[in-house]
């Protein structure tokens, strides 16, 4: 229902629909090629005897076809689409193969998208002929093929038109080729969940007309280019869970349009640039599990948009600065998993939207001053274990839904609404229904990140904006 929706939202921007053709005729070179290429994928028997014009009067969802510009007459194949994903495209079969010999003959192919057809143990290789004659080619999308294996060749430099290069979730290994630099048409790259290997090429930076970039879950070695910095159109950056090493570059200041920021799970060191300072727009800045060993970055008090801030498993030293409490869209922030010492600034409490605050395993010490009402808004959203040196007046709140484990303050009195310590997630089998997981302490480097796990909600909101393009074709393609 949501696909269908979406679709005639976004009918009157497509240039045809299926049901527009009921006279053109197809090249039969094309049509041969289409029903060779689709009936090797798909577990519908008789596809082709059920769909003899898979344009025209036997429409099939999976396809989208185009009138051939100046020539009323002739249909050309713009779209395919094949997968469970999209209903109500029937699954791919078992033992689905792609023809490359199909795909030399459908030379007016703009889309061409697969979703879960080829699944481990089965492997299958993605043919060359894909890079090298699908010059119309505008997206690619190949996601969640754990079986599709091979790497990307060079000759990727001839998609001059791609815009969406969506390669995730699947078997891909080597290296990301320099000539990827060569797409400067290109504004989502994904290879995320892959076994991609060596440096980032410093030719990304290229890629001028770049939103998205998501390289995560891979191999990747090495430093971060500087030349990210010149993709001025970049929103989201996920480089999370990789082997990267060295510095952030200052040049990453640059990215003034920039709302996601993932560098998590690698081996990176600090101290941060602040030419960071200059990414105004930025809501989620994710660092966690990188040995930076320098203070908390006080950049980050100027960021007004910050909605989530992780940045435990650093090795933060000092104390937590009290420009949190400035940034009143925050609604995460953790912290854990450091050595940060002084004491935990009540201002923290006051933050209208803060829902998860993660402060355990460092070396806090004092009194802990959050309100009765900010304790049992967090409930086990907010985390204070481990730190030995905190302590609390107030023992009235011991039911299930607290943590408290700080000792009681000496001379305290009880019930004078004051509360401390407790926890951001607590340990799993604590939790409550509805009380969401937070528990980064339980992540080392290279494994699922906390932030990972909660799956960013409001940050998949913000990723489906920025993927229009794809979501556009494959909605059309559902019809």
């Known amino acids: ?129 894909i890079f090298t004659n699908s010059s119309s080619l505008e997206q690619l999308v190949l996601d969640a093929n754990t079986g599709l294996t091979g790497e990307i060749p060079s000759s990727v430099s001839k ?33 995320s969940y892959n076994r991609f290997r060596g440096e980032i090429p410093v030719e990304i930076g290229e890629l001028s007309s770049l939103r998205i970039i998501d390289l995560s879950s891979n191999e990747l070695q090495g430093e971060l280019p500087a030349s990210i910095g010149s993709l001025h159109s970049l929103q989201k950056i996920d480089l999370s869970l990789n082997y990267l090493s060295g510095r952030v570059p200052p040049e990453l200041g640059e990215l003034k349009n920039l709302v996601l920021l993932d560098f998590s799970n690698n081996n990176l060191t600090g101290p941060l640039p602040d030419a960071l300072s200059r990414l105004n727009e930025l809501e989620y800045f994710l660092m966690e599990n990188n040995p930076l060993n320098t203070s908390i970055p006080l950049f980050l008090g100027g960021l007004k948009k910050l909605q989530v801030i992780g940045i435990s498993g650093c090795g933060l030293l000092g104390s937590i600065p009290s420009f949190f409490a400035s940034l009143v869209s925050l609604t995460a922030l953790s ?51 481990d730190n030995h040196g ?43 229904p509805g009380d969401l997981k937070i528990n980064p302490s339980s992540n080392g480097n ?19 904006q920025l993927t229009l393009q794809a979501i556009a074709i494959v909605m059309t393609l559902a019809v």
Request: proline share 8%.
């Open 446 to 464: 290279g494994g699922t990140g906390s932030w990972h796990e909660l799956g960013f909600l409001s940050g998949l909101i913000f990723l489906g």
């Open 1 to 129: 229902m949501a696909a269908r929706i979406i679709f005639l939202f976004l009918l009157p921007f497509l240039p045809y629909s299926v049901s527009d053709f009921r006279s053109p005729a197809m090249p039969v070179d094309e049509l041969v090629a289409l029903l060779d290429l689709v009936g090797g994928l798909i577990a519908e028997p008789g596809w082709a005897e059920l769909h003899p014009h898979p344009c025209t009067d036997t429409p099939w969802p999976g396809i989208q076809c185009e009138v051939a510009a100046g020539d009323t007459d002739i249909l050309h194949v713009t779209g395919i689409h094949v997968g469970a994903d999209v209903s109500p495209s029937p699954p791919c079969k078992s033992s689905a193969f792609l023809s490359p010999d199909s795909l030399l003959h459908l030379p007016f192919l703009k889309t061409f998208s697969l979703f879960g057809c080829f699944l481990s143990p089965n492997s299958v290789s993605l043919p060359p002929s």
């Open 390 to 432: 905190l302590c609390t007046k107030v023992h009235k709140y011991q039911e299930d839904s607290f943590n408290l484990e700080a000792p009681p303050c000496l001379g305290s009195t009880a019930n004078n609404g004051r509360i401390g310590n407790n926890s951001l997630g607590g340990n799993s089998g604590d939790q409550e």
């Open 159 to 191: 998609l001059k038109r791609l815009r969406v290069f969506c390669l995730s979730q699947n078997a891909f290994h080597g290296v990301i080729p320099e000539e990827i630099g060569s797409l400067r048409s290109l504004q989502e790259l994904d290879l």
């Open 335 to 385: 912290l854990d998993k450091n050595s940060l010492n002084g004491s935990v600034p009540e201002s923290l409490g006051s933050l209208p939207k803060l829902g998860q605050l993660n402060l355990s395993q460092n070396q806090l010490s004092g009194e802990i001053g959050f309100s009765e009402e900010f304790v049992r808004r967090l409930g086990k959203r907010l985390d204070v274990r």
